[in-house]
């Protein structure tokens, strides 16, 4: 089975080429024009074992926003795609995640029924010179993309950049889970027979 998927995506704001191969070895080759979401991609794709490809060009003079949530959507659709009809994957995952002072925990259903939950606070408004509202506004386009179900919760943490961290690694980790294939599972993992 390949579960691998690419998209390109032009826009008046941005340019991106996305590659992701969900049964990787957790290689990541990322320009995205954000050093601090080439980091946390870096860190999701190597804790998730996905290899993942990034070229982003965007309007990062106005500043990350438009990048950062293109590549959300980007990356939401690529995983879509890869899982294909969804037949035997586990569906579900979780994962704590500990940084330091910081510990997040991530879940995820992958159940055709878009939603996020995020109970997290951000110390500070910025790190370096990303803004930290921009993690709500690529988790939402992931999972609305993606059409997943993400709940995120940050039992505590003082460490602005210690948070997001853990919750990019717990996010990469809850999403190898649920995307694992179990040969004990036969068909769709739903009553419904669909997903």
Not at 73 to 95: F, M, P, T
Request: glycine share 8%; proline share 3%; net charge negative.
């Amino acid at each position: 089975m390949n579960r691998t998927s690419r998209i390109a995506r032009k826009t008046n704001e941005t340019n991106i080429e996305l590659a992701l191969n969900i049964d990787g070895e957790g290689k990541a080759t990322l320009e995205t024009g954000v050093p601090f979401m080439t980091h946390m991609l870096d860190l999701f794709a190597k804790h998730g074992q996905f290899d993942l490809n990034i070229t982003a060009n965007g309007d990062t003079e106005i500043d990350a926003h438009h990048t950062t949530e293109d590549i959300g959507i980007c990356l939401g659709q690529v995983l879509k795609e890869a899982l294909g009809d969804k037949k035997g994957i586990k569906r579900y995952g979780n994962a704590f995640v500990p940084m330091d002072e910081a510990l997040a925990q991530v879940v995820v259903d992958l159940s055709n029924r878009p939603h996020l939950e995020i109970r997290a606070e951000f110390p500070s408004q910025k790190v370096g010179d990303f803004d930290t509202e921009l993690v709500h506004e690529f988790l939402w386009k992931l999972a609305l993309e993606a059409r997943m179900n993400l709940h995120i919760i940050v039992h505590y943490g003082k460490n602005t950049h210690h948070i997001i961290e853990a919750i990019f690694k717990a996010l990469g980790r809850a999403l190898d889970e649920a995307t694992t294939i179990d040969p004990r599972i036969k068909g769709i993992p739903s009553t419904k027979g669909m997903l």
